[in-house]
Structures are given as C-alpha cells and as structure tokens.
C-alpha cells in the first residue's frame, strides 16, 4: 500500500468519522427533513415536479427552487419504504461530487503540483461548518459542485477564448442554470468567475468568452422562462423568498448583515491556524509561485459569500459553497516536499497503515451503530408514531393550532415518517394537534408531554 493510498483512507475515514454518522440516525435537522420529505412525496405522486408540498398539502412549498428535492425523489423511488438510506445515498453521492470538483479546480490552476490534491481536500472537510453541512443534508452539498463545475468551465473558457471552444461557457451556464435551480440568485456567483480572471491575468482575449457566456445564458434562461410551469414556480419562488428576505421580511434571526462575514472569518480560523502552525514547525513554507491563482480564488470565495449580505436574514452553513475556493487558496500557496515527507513516512509505513485503517474502522464502527439511533428530539419522534397509529389510515391532514404551527420539528417527524401533513389555521379538519394548555373541551385522543391531539366535537 502507497503512501498516499494511506491517505486516502484516512481522508475517507475522517468523514466516516464526522459526516456519516448523524446521516443515519432517526432525529435530523429540519432543513434535512423539509427536503426528504419533499423528495419522498415527489416520488410517491403526491407532488409533482413543479409543485410540491411541504406541512401543508393545501399550499405548495415555494421557500427553494426543486432541483435537489428532484434528484433525491429519483433514490426514494428506488427505496420507498426506507426514510435513511434514500437522503443518506444522496449526501454520500454530493460528497463524492464534491470531491472531484475540487480535484478538478485544483489540477486546472495548479498543473504543476496535482500530487498534492489532498491538501485542499483535508482544508475543506474539516471546515466545521462543511463536516456540519454534509451531516444534514443541505441544498448547498448541491450547490457547492454545480457551482464548482460552473467555476471550472469558465475558467477554461477564459483560458481558451476561441470559437472552437465554445462547449466551456456552454457548460458553464448549463452548470450555472443547475445551481439556479437549487438556490436560485446564490447560485449564480460563477458569472463573476470570466471578470475576475481578465482583472487578475490581464488577458482582453477573455471578455470574449464572457460575451459567449452572458449570450448562452441568456438563451436559456428566455427558453426556460416561457415554460409556464417554471415561470410560475420562479414567480412564487420570488414573491414569497427571495424578496421578503431581501427586505427582512422573513428574519428568523437578529444577526444581521455582517453575520456572513464574521462567520466567514470563524470558520476559516482553524485551517490558518493549522498552516501557520505547521510554518512555524518548518513542516511547510509559503510560495510565491501561484500568487494568480490564490487571488483568483480568493476573489471568488468572497463573490460567493459577501453578497450575502445584502439580505438580513442569515445562516452559517450559507457559506458552504465558499469554503471550498478558500481551501484551494490557502493550499496553494503551501509549500509541502512532498518527496521528502513521503519518504520520511516511509520509515513509519505500518504506522501509517495502521493509522489510516483503525481511522476507518472506527468511522464505520460508529456509523453502524448510529443507524436508527435517536441522540435528540425522542419525545417528538414517538410522538409522531403515537399520533399515527391512534389517527384513521384515510386521515393523512390535520389543523394546529397557532402556537404548535412554530414547532416545526414534531411537524417534520410527522410528515418524514407517516405523510401526516398539518395546516395551521381551522379548516375543519376532525383532528388537531394543540398544546395541552391550550384544551378546552374537545375530545382528548392521545395526551404526551406537552402535546394533545383532539378529535373536535
């Protein structure tokens, strides 16, 4: 076994050690639940492709554009019974893609050191914040490689601005438009990737590809547009997200604009300190060599993430898709002997074996014994079985009241594991689920903790 290899199966063992695990446990994240629980009704025909339903099947779910629930349906159609393995088949496949497309930024802007395309990897996935995003199936696991392969093509295209390469701004935008359908406007920062390398390289040949891209791009986004059913998702898209969070509208934390860039600044604390640490032991030294490159990529880690802050409401997993160029920055303008490491390590091979192997063993370990595990939330989660084994098969819709309406965890445990969706104002349904203060005199059905569900006289 290579020493590298070794490697590899460390870098595989540390996200079977961080990532994996919370994948397959019970409880999940409610972000991680809107969008499996989307994908599974999309595969059951109980939503379609362009409307689709969340709490609610009286009101379609317009808060994110339907490409990632679209291609996670296509695995709970495989597994329609399963709630784990469809999302968690899902993030391992994203994790992959990830990982390629990194490799791919890195062997494009640094040819002459592919041998170190593990540096920029291992920067990346212990990121906190990607290790978190990869644990809870978030849009941006997406985002993040259709962003990256847009990057990539652009790049090329400035690097060949001729007519005869007009298959990279084509697939630029096909990437770019992919990413639109995963989060929309955030998705659509790679347009600044062909500007920012002519402001870097200097090269007037470049303004042509852009010319190529912002034309392809058009193109089809007027052929997408006059397709009624996406012009009218992107319309509601619009007029319930994306403006009433750009105005404030939909805060649901008080951070406020500057929230992107200090959690920027935090996350990206550990992998500094980690070079300057490994600098100041001598293990490695800073070059010069690819000064184009880094800025190329700084430049784009900030068009991905300081925009941002044009809209109150923030996140910190928003920053994933920019983490990835921060990484490939910082690592290259490393300079690591590689040669002289690897046969350094050489002396210490079966350590090194060992090492890599019982990292993967324990990772696999863990994630074996977290599937179907319940490490918070268990009162909710039996209490969504209570209710659906005390409710009628042909009830599948039930009211809550105003204050349950905010729990949107227990709704989420409702629908995951039993498409039991909740409306929260009166429609007359026979049941509803309220908080026990709340009881006035309605027939009690089921009573747990905090929780009751009635059946209205």
Known sequence: ?????????????????????????????????????????????????????????????????????????????????????????????????????????????????KEFDLLPLFFWILTPVIFWSFSNNLLENLLCPLCMLSVYYGVLSAQNPSIKKLIYPLLSCLFLTAAFFTKGLVGLFPLAVIPIYFIIYRDNKTLISFCYQLLFLVTIGITLFNIEAIHNLFTNYFNTQLLPSIKGERMNNSEGHFFILMKLIIELTPIVCLSLLLLFLKKISFTNANKKAFWLLVLIGFSASLPLMISPKSHGFYIVPAIPYFALAMSSIINVDFPKITNWLKQYTIYVRLA?????????????????????????????????????????????????????????????????????????????????????????VLQKDDWILIKKN
């Open 356 to 444: 890599a192997i019982t990292t993967l063993a324990i990772g696999i370990y863990i994630i074996i014994n977290s599937f179907n595990a319940i490490t918070n939330d268990n009162d909710k989660i039996e209490f969504a079985h209570e209710v659906a084994y005390k409710l009628p098969d042909n009830i599948r819709q039930i009211d809550v009241d105003t204050e349950v309406e905010y729990d949107f965890t227990l709704r989420g445990y409702l629908i995951r594991y039993h498409n039991i969706h909740s409306r929260a104002l009166d429609h007359n349904k026979d049941y509803k689920l309220i908080y026990k203060w709340n009881y006035k005199q309605d027939s009690i």
């Open 1 to 113: 076994m290579k020493i590298k290899t070794s490697f590899w199966i460390f870098f595989i063992g540390i996200i079977c050690l961080i990532c994996l695990p919370a994948l397959v446990r019970k409880n999940q994240f409610v972000d991680s639940m809107t969008y499996s629980s989307i994908a599974k009704d999309i595969a059951l025909e109980k939503s379609t492709a362009f409307t689709y339903y969340y709490l609610d099947y009286e009101e379609p779910f317009y808060d994110h554009p339907p490409l990632s629930m679209w291609m996670q349906s296509t695995l709970f159609y495989l597994f329609p019974k399963n709630d784990i393995i469809p999302h968690a088949l899902y993030t391992l496949i994203l994790l992959f893609l990830n990982i390629i497309s990194i490799r791919l930024l890195w062997r494009l802007l640094i040819p002459k050191r």
